[in-house]
């Protein structure tokens, strides 16, 4: 990965898809239960910002497991689901939910950029990266209804049962846009990555 000057816009508008690997944006039970929704909604939200006047920086985050995991390195749940980026866009490789921690992304992202923020799981890697880094950075977060999500959770207090994924999708929204978020629809896409 190389850190090449760019242009102020593309360096302070940033596009952060997160997790949006192969193996959770198959479909389920292996997926997410909204993957092919969702796999629809982050090819346009990028065919948009790669179409922009002034394209945002584009980085892909892609979370690494262990050996035997959906995301074990170079399987093909592993893969970014949309295909390999082109050349100008950014790859950065994850360990941990925050993917500012141990990775170079912090060096990709300034601290007055903002950051659209899309992918997976909603409830780990999009909250850790949003609240406990991107926020914490001083950086504007915008998040796309529909364009993040996770598994149904299965609860083991209180007489267990299974939530939702719909429902902890709404849940970590909520969560967010208190912290600071700003949540936007589709219908504002075409509005984001041009000059405001």
């Known amino acids: 990965m190389n850190v090449h000057p760019d242009s102020d816009s593309e360096t302070r508008r ?5 997790d ?10 292996t997926g997410v239960p909204s993957a092919s ?7 346009r939200i990028l065919a948009k910002a790669r179409a922009a006047a002034q394209p945002p920086r584009i980085i892909h985050v892609r979370n690494t497991g262990d050996f035997g ?4 390195p170079r399987s093909p749940g592993w893969e970014l ?3 390999a980026p082109p050349p100008n866009e950014f790859v950065v490789d994850k360990r ?5 921690a141990g990775t170079k992304l912090g060096e990709l992202i ?4 903002e950051i659209v923020i899309v992918g997976l799981q909603s409830d780990f890697s999009v909250r850790a990266s949003e609240c406990s880094a991107a926020l914490g950075r001083g950086n504007s977060v915008l998040m796309i209804r529909g364009a993040h999500g996770t598994y149904d959770r299965l609860e083991v207090l209180y007489g ?5 994924a719909a429902g902890i999708e709404a849940e970590i929204e909520g969560e967010l846009e208190e912290a600071g978020v700003s949540l936007l629809e589709m219908k504002d896409l075409e509005a984001i990555f041009d000059d405001r």
């Open 160 to 164: 267990g049962g299974v939530t939702p």
């Open 96 to 100: 941990k939910n925050n993917a500012f």
């Open 14 to 18: 940033i596009l952060l898809c997160l």
């Open 110 to 113: 300034a601290t007055d950029a």
């Open 20 to 29: 949006a690997q192969a193996g959770v944006l198959s479909d389920p039970p």
């Open 69 to 72: 995991e959906l995301d074990e």
């Open 81 to 83: 689901a949309l295909g």
């Open 37 to 43: 929704s969702i796999r629809r909604t982050l090819a």
